[in-house]
């Protein structure tokens, strides 16, 4: 199929694909709702923010393209927020996330709909928040206007997990290097290569259309400011755990699931938080946002008299 162009094509693409994906989604990129999981979120979280989250630091907050909830339901079992609102145009995604919740015993509202035409009344959150979801969204600047408006004199906008324009193009490197090592790889293991159903459901090879963005971190700090935000912050993330990240990852997606051993899929998350670490200690600080593979935002929305919203550009 021709890739997506016009907002419906692409909250279409988006729908089918996540609806598919969902059930299988928390597997496939390792997403965890115990302790592990929670100082993930709360790490990301606090690295938007620039300073540490702490218990109810947050009244009310709503989460945009929450998917199964690991950001929502990890920051509410952490204390972080008290009460979550999460969205998502998929209700494949919304049906997880209410399963994870009621497996972890949190409390959490979902609503389906799409990130610029939000139902909620104004100045309704304390904090609007999201992870690797604005890649996805085709109207960022109607959006923003949106989060602008829905926060509380005082509130924040938080997104982790975007991809920097620059630090994808440097991703395709370890991406490349996984697909020629990995005959030899699964030699090397004993594991088979992944076979393919051709039955599977078609929507599934729409993953390679849902990715309609990648950001220099002034086009992403443009759209906050333009919808009134002050105090934007961006900030770059992952560049070594990146690299090691998805050349494990390359590999490991070419073979049968229950091939790849626990030892091998230890040390790659063990690895990868190593590298996590000296990525934030000694590279992050230090470096320009543009050249990690993800980029994160935050902003408030000012305490003062509100301007009337921008036209959206």
Request: proline content about 6%; charged content about 20%; glycine content about 10%.
């Amino acid at each position: 199929m021709a890739a997506p162009h016009t907002s419906g094509e692409i909250l279409d693409v988006n729908t089918r694909y996540h609806d598919v994906a969902a059930d299988s989604y928390d597997a496939k990129w390792g997403i965890d709702f115990g302790q592990s999981g929670q100082q993930q979120v709360l790490l990301k979280l606090g690295k938007a923010l620039g300073t540490k989250p702490r218990r109810g630091n947050f009244a009310r907050s709503l989460e945009i393209g929450s998917g199964t909830g690991y950001f929502s339901l990890n920051l509410l079992q952490a204390g972080i927020i008290e009460e979550a609102v999460c969205t998502d145009i998929s209700p494949g995604m919304l049906a997880a996330l209410n399963a994870n919740a009621k497996r972890l015993g949190v409390q959490v509202r979902t609503v389906r709909s799409e990130a610029g035409r939000l139902p909620f009344a104004d100045e309704s959150f304390d904090l609007v928040l999201g992870h690797a979801v604005l890649h996805h969204l085709p109207n960022l600047a109607e959006s923003f206007v949106d989060f602008h408006r829905l926060l509380r004199p005082g509130g924040t906008v938080a997104f982790a997990g975007e991809p920097s324009r620059y630090g994808d193009r440097i991703a395709r490197v370890p991406k490349y290097g996984a697909s020629v090592a990995a005959p030899l790889w699964r030699r090397l293991l004993g594991a088979r290569a992944l076979s393919h159903d051709p039955n599977e459901d078609h929507d599934h090879t729409l993953e390679q259309y849902v990715d309609v963005h990648a950001f220099s971190p002034s086009e992403l700090a443009d759209f906050a400011r333009d919808a009134g935000f002050t105090d934007v912050r961006v900030r770059g993330e992952e560049l070594l755990a990146n690299w090691f990240g998805w050349a494990n990852r390359g590999l490991e997606a070419t073979a049968e699931p229950d091939d790849v051993p626990l030892l091998w899929r230890q040390y790659a998350y063990h690895g990868y938080l190593l590298f996590q670490r000296l990525d934030g200690s000694l590279l992050e600080p230090y470096l320009p946002p543009a050249i990690f593979y993800n980029l994160m935002i935050s902003g408030s929305r000012s305490e003062g008299p509100q301007p009337a919203p921008p036209a959206a550009r």
